[in-house]
Nanobody
Framework: VQLQASGGGLVQAGESLRLTCVAS????????MEWYRRAPGEVREWVAT???????MYTDFAEGRFTISRDNAKNTVYLEMNSLKPKDTAVYYCKTIQSGEGYWGQGTLVTVSS
């Protein structure tokens, strides 16, 4: 299983970013995909989940600002982040669970300046 995340960068508060995670060596269309993040000095926390059928769930801070989506033809999951805030600064990770085992991408750094 390989997960390659990208799209992070430095933005100003209020701006947007779209993160991308490309998966390989999995049956992507049958996989639940998730985004997590870890802010400096904090534990990793769940951000959003998208199911096989496209159903989505969000944590409170992401609801209304972030959108998770998937393109099964490209084995890719996205996280569109709008109205970014300095407290959104974190390394963002994509994750999937395969046969009961969790697999993580390498993370992509998002820095939001005030």
């Amino acid at each position: 299983v390989q997960l390659q995340a990208s799209g992070g960068g430095l933005v100003q508060a209020g701006e947007s970013l779209r993160l991308t995670c490309v998966a390989s060596r999995i049956n992507f269309g049958a996989s639940v995909m998730e985004w997590y993040r870890r802010a400096p000095g904090e534990v990793r926390e769940w951000v959003a989940t998208i199911g096989k059928g496209g159903g989505t769930m969000y944590t409170d801070f992401a609801e209304g600002r972030f959108t998770i989506s998937r393109d099964n033809a490209k084995n890719t999951v996205y996280l569109e982040m709008n109205s970014l805030k300095p407290k959104d600064t974190a390394v963002y990770y994509c994750k999937t669970i395969q046969s009961g085992e969790g697999y993580w991408g390498q993370g992509t750094l998002v820095t939001v300046s005030s």
